[in-house]
């Protein structure tokens, strides 16, 4: 899992398809968490050191427009689509290879 996620990595925009809505910006990092079990008087520290020692990528991954004219572009693998709602179902990993 953390293979495929940690491509996330990075700023995700949402462009308004109108003027109502702001631009909405995302910055994903992705961590492994600890090997083992983790006690849960200790988790949340754990989690953190092991967020914390990941690089903060500034670099946009993926723009998101819905609407009308619907357009997902990832910049990191080189692809776009048009099939925003399939890309926000979840489907980011299937669609550049299609």
Avoid: C, I
Avoid at 36 to 54: F, P, W
Avoid at 58 to 80: C, N
């Amino acid at each position: 899992m953390h293979r495929l996620l940690s491509e996330e990595a990075g700023l995700h925009v949402l462009e308004a398809d109108d003027n109502e809505l702001p631009r909405l910006t995302a910055r994903v990092r992705v961590a492994a968490a600890p090997a083992g079990e983790l006690r849960q008087d200790t988790a949340g520290r754990e989690l953190k050191r092991a967020l914390d020692a990941v690089p903060v990528s500034s670099a946009v991954v993926r723009r998101y427009k819905g609407g009308t004219s619907p357009l997902v572009r990832d910049a990191k693998r080189g692809w776009r689509s048009g099939k925003f709602e399939a890309v926000m179902g979840g489907d980011f990993d299937l669609v550049g290879a299609v």
